[in-house]
């Protein structure tokens, strides 16, 4: 059974969503967990120590490239293409579950731009805006 | 028209953080290629700008190749768009 997931090009240890909750034409939801198991981790100190911020970074980033390529009979490639803001409100640490918001509320020619957000219970850790290249 | 293509040039300004006043940049100077030289990026930068800040839409890309050449193009669009 194909599942969104199937469609990110990425793998361990790169693949940054476990799930995708929602898909739909121009939003997309995600979760990520992050864990002691992450590749990341014996470098940032035990359960407590922080996710580099890049990383959620790159989960919105695949969130949105999934929310690009969908309804697309054959995928495309998405990279990300600019960080347009970008604001980390509270550190993601190791053990915690991040949920990924994005909404496309650009979409022009082979660029889109995306609102995005991460969120750790009910708490916003990051909120932004992306653009996205499908090639 | 002036008004308005003073508004754009600040828009442009604003919006792509050119290193420039909206006073430096003439009527017919080209966005893309020599003039302002601005990338694909910049151009859905001018997209989003013209529908928020003028109400204006450009619904495609190839609208968007007539319609983006220079600051007096872009105000006759939204100018002709205004009174339809």
Redesign the interface.
């Known amino acids: 059974m194909h599942t969104h997931l199937d469609s990110l090009p990425h793998a361990y240890p790169f693949r940054m969503l476990d799930k995708v909750v929602e898909l739909s034409e121009g939003v997309g939801i995600g979760i990520k967990n992050f864990s002691a198991g992450d590749f990341f981790s014996p470098g940032c100190g035990g359960l407590d120590s922080i996710v580099p911020d890049f990383m959620v970074i790159e989960a919105m980033a695949q969130l949105s490239g999934l929310i690009l390529n969908f309804g697309e009979d054959r995928a495309k490639s998405a990279f990300l293409v600019q960080i347009k803001t970008l604001r980390f409100l509270k550190s993601v640490c190791v053990a915690d579950t991040v949920k990924i918001f994005s909404v496309m509320e650009d979409n022009f020619g082979p660029l889109a731009g995306f609102s995005v957000k991460a969120v750790v219970g009910t708490v916003n850790v990051a909120v932004g805006e992306l653009i996205m290249a499908r090639v | 028209m002036e008004k308005l293509k003073l508004a754009i040039k600040e828009m442009l300004v604003s919006r792509l953080k050119l290193d420039m006043s909206p006073e430096d940049i003439k009527d017919d100077t080209p966005l893309f290629g020599e003039g302002l030289s601005l990338d ?2 910049d ?2 930068e001018v ?2 700008g013209l529908r928020k800040e003028f109400n204006c839409v ?1 619904a ?2 190839s609208l ?1 190749e007539k319609i983006l050449v220079d600051v007096s193009s872009i105000a006759s669009y939204i100018e002709e768009s205004s009174k339809a």
């Open positions: 694909s990026i151009a859905l997209v989003v450009i495609d890309r968007a």
